[in-house]
């Protein structure tokens, strides 16, 4: 059983940053691809980053390209999510997922909410 558990999000102003993490625990993910994904009330959900189990990144939305980047510690299990220049419109519950590549992702964190004021 693997278990994916973000943390990190909260309640931040217009400019802030704020780091996501997302730890991974149970079995090995040694070969997955982490994805960081994003839904807002009443949209759906928006792929943001992923990066596979050599390091290399993939970049989703245009609209978090330059502000948001991914990384991974192998070590510690854990991917990030470090979110600069956070604006309202980045409110939304953040979840990471891993998958033995892009086109399946088998496992799902719950979310944590980020909520950013202007």
């Known amino acids: 059983q693997v278990q994916l558990v973000e943390s990190g999000g909260g309640l931040v102003q217009a400019g802030d940053s704020l780091r996501l993490s997302c730890a991974t625990s149970?079995?090995?993910?040694?070969?997955?691809?982490m994805g960081w994904f994003r839904q807002a009330p009443g949209k759906e959900r928006e792929f943001l980053a992923r990066i596979d189990w050599t390091g290399r990144i993939t970049s989703g939305a245009t609209s978090v390209k330059g502000r948001f980047a991914i990384s991974r510690d192998y070590v510690k299990n854990t991917v990030y999510l470090q979110m600069d220049g956070l604006q309202p419109e980045d409110t939304a519950v953040y979840s990471c997922?891993?998958?033995?590549?892009?086109?399946?992702?088998?496992?799902w964190g719950q979310g944590t909410q980020v909520t950013v004021s202007s």
């Open positions: 149970g079995r090995t993910l040694a070969g997955y691809t």
């Open positions: 997922a891993a998958g033995p590549n892009s086109n399946s992702y088998l496992y």
